[in-house]
């Protein structure tokens, strides 16, 4: 493969990914940077995922519909994400907003992983409203 080619996917990617502004799924990322790649294939899209969780600025934001979403971050230290299980809407939370939780399990004798708690499913006010007015 020419490397020229690499090196667009690779930016189509990235600017899909930069402007999605919500937690998103490979596929979604997929379709968002055909229109820079048109030629940018599935599995180089779930490839380029892999890399950047390796190098720590997209992390994993659950699930929505059944299909695992992510979220670029450049934040540093520990700190997790509240991530809209309707919409994808991300917010960051500062520090540890678990730290009540791992007092309980420590006082049960129990060593929270909260690591794998990084982003916590939430419903922004957006989607709550939207619920309101529905019911
Ligand atoms: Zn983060
Ligand atoms: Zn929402
Ligand atoms: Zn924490």
Known sequence: ?????????????????????????????????????????????????????EEGWAEDAGTRGGEAVYVLCAAQGHHHHVVCVDCGATALLEGCALEPARESARTAGFDLLDAALGSLPARCQACAGADEQSA
């Open 1 to 53: 493969m020419e490397p020229g080619r690499n090196r667009k996917n690779r930016m189509a990617l990235l600017d899909a990914g930069r402007s999605m502004n919500r937690a998103f799924s490979v596929r979604e990322l997929h379709t968002a940077a055909r229109d820079a790649a048109p030629r940018l294939g599935l599995t180089t899209a779930y490839r380029t995922m892999e890399r950047w969780r």
